[in-house]
């Protein structure tokens, strides 16, 4: 239950860190903005375009989507260099704090 505890406190650090939630916060606001333009643009419904974002932006792409306009091909262009880069940078925050807090709980124990 310790560790349980541990993790609860760590995952609390990592979403109270102003950077980790900047970046949490523009992760979901890109993701967002995919979904609607896959949306409306590739005529997709909501769940797979909200899918087909975050399989995307997490280089997970399973490949069972994939955009058939010029627009969507060159806006995934986009969405990938760009969004690739935000998920990385938000992924790190979150490491960063939960690590951050787990050297406070190492420290503390000492």
Request: proline share 2%; hydrophobic share 50%; aromatic share 14%.
């Amino acid at each position: 239950m310790n560790s349980l505890a541990r993790l609860g406190r760590a995952l609390q650090a990592a979403f109270t860190d102003p950077r980790a939630i900047g970046l949490i916060a523009f992760t979901f606001a890109i993701i967002s903005g995919a979904s609607v333009f896959y949306h409306y643009v590739e005529k997709w419904g909501w769940l797979d375009s909200v899918y087909f974002s975050v399989m995307t932006i997490s280089t997970v792409g399973y490949g069972d989507f994939s955009p058939e306009t010029i627009a969507g091909k060159v806006f995934t262009i986009g969405y990938v260099i760009v969004g690739l880069g935000v998920f990385v940078a938000m992924a790190t925050a979150v490491a960063d704090a939960i690590l951050a807090q787990r050297q406070s709980d190492h420290d503390t124990r000492d």
